[in-house]
């Protein structure tokens, strides 16, 4: 196998735990100008069983040579664990932080189906912001379509009632 496959990693998780990770992207500087700092994208994996655990091999098809951000969740029967992580692309060694990093999380809940926000994309349709089921870890797909207004591509997510929903998105902060 090449370097044009990607990189891939592998971590185990125990019974009853699902974890799902994300590639954090960094806008291309000529998009820059009307979108989105940051996009993330889920990664693929494949799973086997090893004993009563899970062994989760997960894949970066376009590793960047100086490393990929990534922000890992942990979802179990009651709690969702939060983390992030970093892909040393030439050791494809991944290192998680040991301390908390400050983030903002939010979860979203209605009494009635909605539809939630409309939200841009990037021209390679990459998006800034994923809607989870915690159930089932599953992105809530978005709807998506053209504002004619500002000729854009944007989504919408249909959410059912009576349902929490996490909300991922990265920003960076200026704390000056």
Do not use: W
């Amino acid at each position: 196998m090449g370097e044009s496959f990607g990189k891939h990693f592998s971590i185990t998780e125990p019974k009853n735990i699902n974890t799902v990770i994300y590639k954090v992207n960094k806008t291309e500087k000529e998009f820059l100008k009307d979108n989105p700092k940051f996009t993330i994208e889920r990664l693929d994996y494949t799973k086997e069983l090893v004993g009563n655990n899970v062994k989760k091999t997960f894949f970066i098809y376009d590793p960047h040579e100086e490393g990929n951000q990534l922000v890992i969740f942990s979802f179990g029967k009651e709690k969702v664990v939060l983390n992030v992580g970093y892909l040393e692309t030439a050791t494809n060694i991944v290192k998680i932080s040991n301390k908390p990093i400050p983030m903002n999380c939010k979860t979203i809940y209605n009494e009635e189906e909605t539809e939630f926000r409309e939200f841009a994309y990037t021209p390679n349709l990459k998006r800034p912001m994923t809607i989870i089921d915690p159930d089932t870890t599953e992105e809530v797909k978005p709807s998506l379509y053209l504002d004619k207004e500002t000729n854009e591509v944007k989504g919408k997510c249909k959410l059912k009632a009576g349902k929490s929903y996490i909300v991922f998105e990265i920003k960076e902060n200026n704390y000056d």
